[in-house]
C-alpha cells in the first residue's frame, strides 16, 4: 500500500467517490508538473451540504463541509493521477464561502481542507491559501474549495 | 490558415476586437509554459452584458454572457500567443457570475465558457473550472472569465 | 542594496511586517518556478482596513486599501524568497473587493494594488487580473489580494 494510502487508513478516512463534474468541464488537468483541481463542493454521506454560513449554517457545520471538499478534492486526485503519492506539494488552496453579510469567518471555515491537507500530506501539505465570502453557490453548497497541487512524474 | 482558426471558421465563430484592460494591468501574462488571462468581461456587439442572474437576466442571457467572455479569453490569446495554435491546453477556467442570493446555476451559466472551448480545441478543450455567484461585477457586468491556458513555445 | 530594495527606497515604501497567516496555511508556496501567495488583507499602520465599498468606505479608502494588500505581498516575497530581486514576473493578481451591491468600481480598487507593482517592478510587474465583488471578507477587511510570481532560481 502506498505511503499517502496508508496515512489515510491510519487516520481513518475514507475518501468519497470521485463526484463527476456538474457541468462541460473536467475535474483534474495535469499540465507542466501541476495539476489544477476544480471546484469541489461538500458531499457528506453522498449528500450535498447546503447553506449558508452566519444564517444556516453553524460554525462547525461550515468546516465539516470545507473538509468534505478537501476529501473529494483527494479523491480526484487519486482518481486522475493513478495515486496520491505523486503529489509533491499542495501549492494552493482557494476557498469559497457561502456567507451572510455579517459572516467574517471564512479562515476557520476553510481550516477545515486546510488542517486536512496538513494531515494528510505533512510539510508537502502546507499551501497558500485564499478565503473568501461569496452570496450563493452552486446547487446551493456551503463551500467551494479549487486547488493547484505540485506532482512528480508517472513513473 | 491555421488549424484552429480553420476550426473558427467552420463553426461560424469570429473573435471580437481584443478590448483593452479597463484598469492598470495586462491581458495575458505567458511565463514557464503557461499563459495567465485576465478575468474577461461579455461584450457581444460592442456592447457589456451587465445584470444579475437570478433577478435581471433569463439563464439563457447568462449563458450568451460566458461565451462572449471565452471568445474574448481567445482574442486575447490570438494578440498575445500570435496565434491560437499555440494553445496547448485550456487548463483552468474561474467563472464569477452576478447572482441573487437564491440563483444557483452558475454551473449552466459557466458552460457557456466551457462547452466553446470544447467546440474548438476538442480534447485540449477540456479544463479544470471553478465557478461562483458574487453580488456585483466590474461595470455591472453579468459574468466574468478569466483563465489559465499550457502554451507551446514559438517556433 | 539590491536593486528592488534600492526602488522601494527611492520610492519611500516601507515594507510591513509580514503577518501570520490568519488559519492554518502557509503565505508563500515556491514550487515549478512560481511563488503563490496566499490571499493577503490590508494593514495600515498595523490596523485592518474593513468595511464595504460603496457603503462604508470611499473609493480612495478602497484603493489605499489594495495597495496596503500589495505592500504585504511583497514583504511575504521578500522573506520566503529571501530577496525581491529573484521576482521574474508578476504574473497574476487575484482581487477581492469587499462591495455593496451596486459597488461596480472593483478595477478602480485593485489599481491600488497594481499601480504599485508597476512602480516597483517596471516591465516585470505588468501582471494579468482578476477583480471581483464579494460581500463579507475575513475579519470584515475591505479588499483581499492573492498572487502568482514567476521566480528566479536561487544563486
Known amino acids: 500500500m502506498s505511503t499517502i494510502e496508508n496515512?489515510?487508513?491510519?487516520?481513518?478516512?475514507?475518501?468519497?467517490?470521485?463526484?463527476a463534474p456538474v457541468a462541460a468541464y473536467v475535474p483534474v488537468v495535469e499540465m507542466g508538473g501541476f495539476a489544477h483541481v476544480s471546484g469541489q463542493l461538500p458531499l457528506i454521506e453522498g449528500r450535498?451540504?447546503?447553506?449558508?454560513?452566519?444564517?444556516d449554517l453553524a460554525l462547525e457545520q461550515g468546516v465539516e463541509a470545507a473538509r468534505a471538499c478537501a476529501l473529494?478534492?483527494?479523491?480526484?486526485?487519486?482518481?486522475?493521477?493513478?495515486?496520491l503519492d505523486r503529489v509533491e506539494r499542495i501549492v494552493k488552496l482557494?476557498?469559497?464561502?457561502?456567507?451572510?453579510e455579517g459572516f467574517?469567518?471564512?479562515?476557520?471555515?476553510?481550516?477545515?481542507?486546510?488542517?486536512l491537507m496538513l494531515a494528510v500530506?505533512?510539510?508537502a501539505g502546507r499551501h497558500a491559501r485564499s478565503a473568501v465570502g461569496v452570496p450563493t453557490l452552486?446547487?446551493?453548497?456551503?463551500?467551494e474549495v479549487d486547488a493547484i497541487v505540485a506532482v512528480r512524474p508517472r513513473v
Chains 1, 2, 3 share one sequence.
Open 48 to 55: 450535498l451540504v447546503t447553506g449558508r454560513l452566519g444564517q
Open 94 to 100: 482557494g476557498g469559497f464561502v457561502n456567507s451572510a
Open 121 to 123: 500530506f505533512d510539510d
Open 72 to 83: 473529494m478534492i483527494l479523491a480526484q486526485l487519486r482518481l486522475a493521477l493513478g495515486s
Open 104 to 115: 467574517v469567518d471564512q479562515p476557520k471555515v476553510i481550516n477545515g481542507a486546510s488542517e
Open 138 to 143: 452552486p446547487l446551493g453548497a456551503a463551500v
Open 7 to 19: 496515512r489515510l487508513a491510519r487516520l481513518g478516512l475514507i475518501l468519497p467517490t470521485a463526484a
